[in-house]
């Protein structure tokens, strides 16, 4: 008697079970969204770097404080810039006496110029005088060759020299402007000396000391916009060519477990970090949170699509072949907009007909 009744309370408890597993498709609002990581960053972030080596040797500022642009921030020392200036300087001063002092390179050969051209004038005399003598028979052929190659030599030193000049003249002017330009470069890595903001801005971070060494490859300081944040999201490979700007995004920062954000995609990075296959894309708040720092994280959600009043099951009742369990069987549905918990159906079943729980 008492296993008659055990099984009859078993199998009103299967029943229930049963009972329990079996729902009716219900109309509700749906919305798809895409799920992402979150970082918060200032606008405008940038590292500053020295182009210049040397040493720390002031910090002109503190960390947190606001800047303005063109604002001196790190002060370097390094004796070596102004000994090249120095010696810079010389060379320019070299350089210009050589182009216009008075005992350049070019005055000589000009000398040297008007002597020949005297010398050719005196030789083009002869050697036509000898020549008009030839014609009618007077004098030798060996004084009138002679007069002739003595023109000829002439000519061609006198065409050798303002060659010369030209061609010297080009060499101390190039030299000149090298010179000059080394001069104005040495001036340049002198100012180096004091790093500068770049932007209107916060000082994130001063990441060197006094008396610590400075390269080029290395950073020195944070700086960013002071009020502007940007929120950037890490979206899988699989679901970025679903997002485009404008989109809404909600937003969880874990500095602010009680509250949500709203915002709008902005930028949408085209290039993908190959190390973990995400895209980043960028958003601003719509209201932003009182306070920020970066770095501060999170998660979002960027909003893909919002239906009203759409048939929806639980996703746990759809196998992977859009198919759902019913009192007669298997049945295909073609669905539509789906989240975490619930996904549209479109065709195939209505809001009349039972389904059941897959079994797991």
């Known amino acids: 008697m008492k296993s008659l009744y055990a099984i009859i309370i078993a199998l009103f408890l299967f029943s229930c079970s049963k009972e329990e597993d079996k729902i009716l498709p219900t109309e509700r609002s749906l919305t798809e ?82 002597a020949a051209k005297l010398t050719y004038k005196n030789d083009s005399v002869n050697f036509l005088r000898q020549q008009n003598l030839w014609k009618q028979q007077i004098g030798s052929k060996v004084e009138f060759d002679k007069r002739k190659l003595q023109y000829q030599l002439s000519a061609n030193n006198l065409k050798m020299l303002q060659s010369k000049y030209n061609q010297t003249k080009n060499e101390l002017e190039t030299t000149l402007h090298q010179a000059n330009n080394n001069y104005q470069t040495s001036l340049i890595n002198t100012k180096d000396f004091t790093i500068k903001s770049k932007i209107n801005g916060k000082v994130y971070e001063l990441k060197k000391e006094p008396g610590e060494i400075v390269n080029t490859l290395e950073s020195l300081a944070l700086l960013g916009s002071e009020s502007h944040f940007i929120i950037e999201l890490l979206v899988d490979e699989v679901d970025i060519i679903r997002i485009s700007k404008q989109q809404q995004v909600i937003i969880n920062l874990d500095a602010y477990q009680d509250q949500v954000f709203t915002g709008k995609v902005t930028k949408i990075y085209p290039k993908k970090d190959e190390r973990n296959q995400t895209f980043k894309v960028e958003a601003t708040f719509d209201t932003p949170p009182k306070t920020l720092y970066p770095g501060l994280s999170g998660e979002a959600n960027i909003i893909i699509a919002k239906k009203e009043n759409v048939l929806t099951i639980p996703k746990n009742y759809i196998n992977n072949d859009n198919k759902v369990k019913t009192e007669n069987g298997f049945v295909q549905v073609v669905i539509g907009l789906q989240n975490l918990e619930f996904v549209e159906i479109l065709s195939g079943i209505t809001k009349e007909t039972y389904i059941y729980k897959l079994e797991q």
Do not use: H
Not at 68 to 84: D, V
């Open 33 to 114: 969204s895409v799920y992402s990581s979150v970082i918060i960053q200032p606008d405008s972030l940038y590292q500053v770097f020295s182009i210049v080596s040397g040493i720390v040797d002031q910090n002109l500022v503190e960390e947190g404080v606001v800047v303005k642009k063109n604002q001196p921030i790190i002060q370097i020392i390094n004796n070596t810039p102004q000994l090249n200036t120095k010696n810079a300087k010389l060379a320019l001063e070299f350089a210009k006496e050589n182009y216009k002092g008075n005992a350049t390179i070019l005055k000589s050969i000009k000398d040297e110029i008007v």
